[in-house]
T-cell receptor, first 107, second 113 residues
Framework: AQSVTQLDSHVSVSEGTPVLLRCNYSSSYSPSLFWYVQHPNKGLQLLLKYTSAATLVKGINGFEAEFKKSETSFHLTKPSAHMSDAAEYFCVVRDTFGTGTRLQVTL | DGGITQSPKYLFRKEGQNVTLSCEQNLNHDAMYWYRQDPGQGLRLIYYSQIVNDFQKGDIAEGYSVSREKKESFPLTVTSAQKNPTAFYLC????????????FGPGTRLTVL
């Protein structure tokens, strides 16, 4: 069994500032962790996937996530937000989705 | 082009009617999934199938049924027993199972009138 908690339902940042979307998980197995993004009126797209090869995972569009086993966390970060990053982000353990974090980017 | 197609994009049904949502993939994936998305609740797993002629209930299977007669196809029937069927339904597939990346279709928005 597994579960996912996304700690913020909504995050607002200014363009050019860092982004942090927080995710905690629990899993009975070695976790398969993912971040997906859903832009308005578009499908879900994979951002990145933890494969156990490295704890710091690089994804598309400058996003990264760090797997911390001791903290059971898999937070998503980006050094500098862009307007096009505004979307809903989902942290996923296997086939269990978190409730999502809506990222708003302001000028 | 390889991918997942869902049809129709929008679907309206009267209360008490069954309705079937289509999902087809040409990615040669073994595993397929159905999710329901409601505002503020993320995606919740309805059913999944890892192989033809076999499928398993997800977290919210009540009021839904599926079949997997072909590798490419995984239709979902929303029955009249589903008490709150109005939602956005997403189909996905992956190579083998839930440890693999899932690829999603564009979704079907079902509205019960």
């Amino acid at each position: 069994a597994q579960s996912v908690t996304q700690l913020d339902s909504h995050v607002s940042v200014s363009e050019g500032t860092p982004v942090l979307l927080r995710c905690n998980y629990s899993s009975s197995y070695s976790p398969s962790l993912f971040w997906y993004v859903q832009h308005p009126n578009k499908g879900l797209q994979l951002l990145l996937k933890y494969t156990s090869a490295a704890t710091l995972v690089k994804g598309i569009n400058g996003f990264e996530a760090e797997f911390k086993k001791s903290e059971t966390s898999f937070h998503l970060t980006k050094p500098s937000a862009h307007m096009s990053d505004a979307a809903e982000y989902f942290c996923v353990v296997r086939d269990t989705f978190g409730t999502g974090t809506r990222l708003q980017v302001t000028l | 082009d390889g991918g997942i197609t869902q049809s129709p994009k929008y679907l309206f049904r009267k209360e008490g009617q069954n309705v079937t949502l289509s999902c087809e993939q040409n990615l040669n994936h073994d595993a397929m999934y159905w999710y329901r998305q409601d505002p503020g609740q993320g995606l919740r797993l309805i059913y999944y199938s890892q192989i033809v002629n076999d499928f398993q209930k997800g977290d919210i299977a009540e009021g839904y049924s599926v079949s997997r007669e072909k590798k490419e196809s995984f239709p979902l029937t929303v029955t009249s027993a589903q008490k709150n069927p109005t939602a956005f339904y997403l189909c996905a597939s992956s190579t083998r199972g839930s440890t693999d990346t899932q690829y999603f279709g564009p979704g079907t928005r079902l509205t019960v009138l």
